[in-house]
């Protein structure tokens, strides 16, 4: 059987067994779209539309209309921002937040019906492999998206970045001041920001070293994302980005501590070169030749 034929075959047994065809999902008289946003409305305090949006994906249109049924029913609040105005705001009613907990506790009554028939061993089999499913899926399905090096996002990103660089170096991690922000901006630069239920969860830049070199910069992926390939994929658009913009050849440093960047790196076909810049962190340098578009 092909691996997308296992796929869809999983998707329509799971589908059917957790009741998402019902009409009336886990019978609280919502389909099973409304039910998951107000799950997510309740995940929060008060989230906005547009977070909302980004975190489940969903077509504007197609949100306001859910939102609009949830209000109906007496479940949601859909108020302005007080600080600000033109973003609408999303609080659960005290009718709302008595279904959600109704939404929780049979959602978790059903999990547990699920298991039940299972061994101890089987349970733990498949809690392996439906969290290896939901990391491979979420990894397929992440947006890599071209966004300015001030963005909040970015800017997200690159702090959890140098965060775990001061956790991981013995002698902790100092950025400095930063670098120029119009490096990162095209025509010669770019930055690159991952995102997964509207959170950064990897991030990647390039800047000019010279007319025909470029340099990689910024690369990230947090950690509980490694593992499944968003490193490379990453990696894999800072230099079609780069060869976009002329680029010949991509340089990049880092610092011994971090294994697996040296490792994805070196399967990347990049080879260690003298050192060729000032970075006090970084313990060794790659290089390696951009070829022809794939």
Request: hydrophobic content about 35%; some cysteine.
């Amino acid at each position: 059987m092909s691996d997308t034929a296992v796929l869809r075959r999983f998707n329509r047994s799971y589908t059917q067994r957790i009741g998402a065809l019902d009409e009336s999902f886990l019978g609280l008289g919502l389909p099973l779209g409304s039910a998951r946003l107000l799950f997510e409305i309740g995940a929060e305090e008060a989230p906005t539309v547009q977070r909302l949006r980004a975190r489940l994906g969903l077509d504007s249109g197609y949100l306001s209309r859910l939102l609009r049924s949830l209000e109906e029913r007496g479940l949601v609040a859909v108020e302005p921002d007080p600080a600000d105005r033109r973003r609408r705001l999303v609080r659960l009613t005290a009718d709302g937040r008595r279904t959600r907990e109704r939404l929780d506790e049979r959602s978790e009554r059903l999990a547990t019906e699920l298991l039940e028939p299972l061994s101890e061993r089987q349970r733990a089999r498949l809690a392996e492999a439906l969290a290896t499913a939901d990391l491979l899926v979420r990894a397929a399905t992440v947006q890599l998206e071209q966004v300015d090096p001030t963005d909040p996002d970015a800017r997200t990103a690159v702090q959890r970045y140098f965060d775990e660089l001061d956790r991981r170096f013995e002698t902790g991690f100092d950025p400095g001041p930063g670098d120029d922000p119009d490096l990162y901006r095209p025509p010669r630069g770019t930055f690159v920001v991952a995102r997964s239920d509207g959170d950064p969860v990897a991030c990647g830049a390039v800047q000019p070293l010279d007319p025909r070199t470029a340099e990689i910069k910024r690369m990230w992926v947090r950690e509980d994302w490694r593992g499944a390939g968003l490193g490379a994929r990453m990696l894999r658009r800072l230099e079609d980005d780069a060869r976009a913009a002329g680029y010949a050849v991509v340089r990049l440093d880092t610092n011994s501590v971090l294994r697996e960047a040296i490792a994805m790196y070196e399967r990347a076909g990049y080879t260690e070169i003298e050192r060729y810049n000032d970075n006090p962190y970084a313990r060794h340098w790659f290089e390696k030749p951009l070829t022809a578009p794939r």
